[in-house]
Nanobody, 128 residues
């Protein structure tokens, strides 16, 4: 069972930036997808962004498009989420997730039920 360890959460003023990172304990295979989800008391895990490991295709929720950037480092088996122009509604627990596909799939799933491995979560708080 892969372990995903997130880091980089914290408290930031609205309009500021944070960078989250997620390290996988095992090599991320080319067919895998990595994603970020977030959870608040009002919402179950909400899709934020995903990346395909093979061809670096990136997908975003409309609410973060243009502000967040997902990236990967295959040499380190890490995925990051650069979050800029943060808004109060971005406050949440952010989770890294891995979908362990046996063959390539072009478009990452936005459903948390399709992901096989999860990190423990990292808190992002936004203050005015």
């Amino acid at each position: 069972q892969v372990q995903l360890v997130e880091s980089g959460g914290g408290s930031v003023q609205a309009g500021g930036s944070l960078r989250l990172s997620c390290a996988a304990s095992e090599p991320v295979l080319a067919s895998y997808h990595m994603a970020w989800f977030r959870r608040t008391p009002e919402k179950e895990r909400e899709f934020v962004a995903a990346i395909t490991w093979r061809n670096n295709a990136k997908h975003y929720a409309d609410s973060v498009k243009g502000r967040f950037t997902i990236s990967r480092d295959p040499a380190k088996d890490t995925v990051s989420l650069q979050m800029n122009t943060l808004k109060p509604e971005d406050a949440a627990i952010y989770y890294c997730a891995q979908r362990q596909l046996s063959r390539p799939v072009v478009t990452p799933s936005r459903s948390p039920r399709d992901y096989d491995g999860w990190g423990q979560g990292t808190q992002v708080s936004i203050y005015s």
